[in-house]
């Protein structure tokens, strides 16, 4: 490991030691219990020790190793086991099962990390040159297979950990932006823009363990989007290492210069170089920062309210609402409540039931203000009419404020379930408004053809996520009771039947995960054959002999 950058465990999610408890959560259990069958009280199946994983040897050349060395210092050209195999993939449920058999892929050669874009230049030249593979590294958080070697790739595979070039570099205060380089992670940006009153107000769950390159890479997009936009608004001009050339954007509020180039590096995954650099808008940090909870009797309701809430004057940072299994999934994960915490909950339910509402079928609602103290005022008048108007209740601030306070936690669960058989992951898409509700339920419904076409039980739930003028992105988590061999065979059946609903009814393969190799079999029912041509012109004609992550998107 290189000292000051992060690195996550070679086995799951974030950091050494950290672990999703449920001690504390009395209701989780059983919930699970009653939901998917799985009994998490019984003992865990433990990751294997890193010892026993058979890492197949680095096949990097004594010549390429001593050019890299020359270009950036032994201490900074790694090989070891351990290293290359959390460089070999990302975070997706695939990754996490194959990684703990050992089934490790085409694991990298090498890894490096650069410390200036004329060390990134050079090595880029340098393993093209060797007809090597370059594969750009983040944060490895990506769950769509973005970041492994192609199977029975015979040149030598290098990635490139881009945590080195971790520095805010300049703010022009005058404009709202900020120039910081790409291989930074969430917390280390926030926190250096903070330090001169700032914030970008990108916040996605994995911002922890994620950076500024691979949130561009991927067209990443975090929970206060609809303030702040998606990395896609954020980002305003940008530097990019190619082969022999390096992209020079300058910031710019919008521009006519024909087919925008940005955006053609935005959602590249690696295949068009390295990315080392972005100017970002920024803000000042806001005076008050809020989350209010509200139930509604049904999701349809929530989904009505969460678009005229986005269509109000009340320019809200967060609008969401979950369906009834995902607010169930909320309240048996939360901590016991004290005394007068349940007495508050019973009282709510006695109003809801009083309301003739179905306590099995209420969604939960965050909505997230920002601003000055009047702002915000107002902004919760408009929305609190809102929710009256469609038949919702707020509850207070009390359910957003844990929710903040836990919401970077929340990954965690994922190695746990698969400790107990639980094979779980999510989808993501957008609709247009009008086809929001219906590919909900159709969702459903896929997904309950295809647990019951393996003979398992599983379970999905949702939220609506972030939303625009048309339409809005609804975020699907699944999760299947397979603790056999084909647990993965279970996975590709319910994944390949979420994905191609999305297509079939209005969706796009994703809204923020990017594509990756596992959504790339839907590229051409997403963005038409044409659209695929134009995207394999793009790669071949700037990277030529397929050395730029291939494999990737198309
Ligand atoms: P990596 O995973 O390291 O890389 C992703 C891709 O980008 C790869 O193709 C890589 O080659 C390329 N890349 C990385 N850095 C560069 C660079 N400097 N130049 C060129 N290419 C580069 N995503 C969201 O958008 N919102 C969420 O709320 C969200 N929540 C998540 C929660 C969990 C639990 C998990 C596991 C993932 C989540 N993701 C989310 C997905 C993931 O965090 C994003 O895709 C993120 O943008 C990846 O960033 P990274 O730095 O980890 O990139």
Known sequence: MIQGVKQ???????????????????????????????????????????????????????????????????????????????????????????????????????????????????????????????????????????????????????SVNMGRLNKVLEIDAESGLARIQAGVFGPDMEDQLKARGWTMGHHPDSFVWSTLGGWIATRSSGMQSDKYGDIADIVRGLRMVMP????????????????????????????????????????????????????????????????????????????????????????????????????????????????????????????????????????????????????GMGVGSGPGTLYDQKKYDTPYIRDFMLDHGLVADVSETTTPWAYAESLHTKVQQAVQDALDSRGKRGVVFSHLSHSYHSGACQYFTFAVADDSEDCLDTYDVVKRAIQQTFVDHHGTVSHHHGVGEEHSPWMAEDISEAGVFIQRKLFEGIDPGSNLNPGKII
């Open 8 to 158: 996550q465990k070679w086995w799951g999610w974030g950091e050494e030691g950290k672990a999703y408890q449920h001690a504390d959560k009395p209701k989780f259990a059983p919930f699970v219990k009653r939901i998917v069958g799985v009994d998490i009280n019984q003992p865990r199946m433990s990751p294997p020790p890193f010892e026993s994983l058979d890492v197949p040897p680095s096949r990097l050349s004594e010549e390429l190793r001593a050019e890299f060395q020359a270009i950036i210092g032994n201490k900074f050209v790694q090989s070891d086991d351990e290293t290359r195999v959390v460089h070999a993939f990302g975070k997706g449920v695939r990754d996490l099962v194959r990684v703990r058999r050992g089934e490790l892929g085409r694991v990298p050669d090498v890894v490096l990390y650069p410390g200036t874009e004329e060390e990134v230049a050079r090595i880029v030249d340098s393993a093209i040159a060797a007809d090597a593979v370059v594969i750009p590294f983040g944060g490895g958080s990506n769950i769509v297979a973005a970041l492994e070697a192609e199977p029975g790739e015979t040149r030598q595979v290098v």
């Open 244 to 391: 022999g050339q390096i992209l020079n954007l300058r910031p710019l509020p919008s521009t006519s210069s024909g087919p925008s180039v940005r955006e053609m590096v935005l959602g590249s995954e690696g295949r068009l170089g390295i990315i080392t650099e972005a100017w970002v808008q920024v803000h000042r940090i806001p005076e008050v920062r809020e989350l209010q909870a509200y139930f509604f009797p049904s999701y349809g309701d929530g989904l009505r309210a969460c678009q005229q809430i986005v269509e109000s004057d009340a320019a809200v940072m967060m609008a969401r609402v979950s369906d009834p299994m995902e607010t169930q999934y909320i309240m048996a994960n939360g901590k016991k409540s004290g005394r007068v915490g349940s007495l508050m909950s019973k009282a709510i339910s006695k109003v809801m039931e009083a309301k003739g509402w179905d306590l099995e079928g209420i969604c939960m609602s965050f909505v997230g203000f920002e601003g000055s103290p009047n702002h915000v005022r107002y902004e919760k008048g408009l929305v609190n009419k809102i929710v009256k108007a469609n038949q």
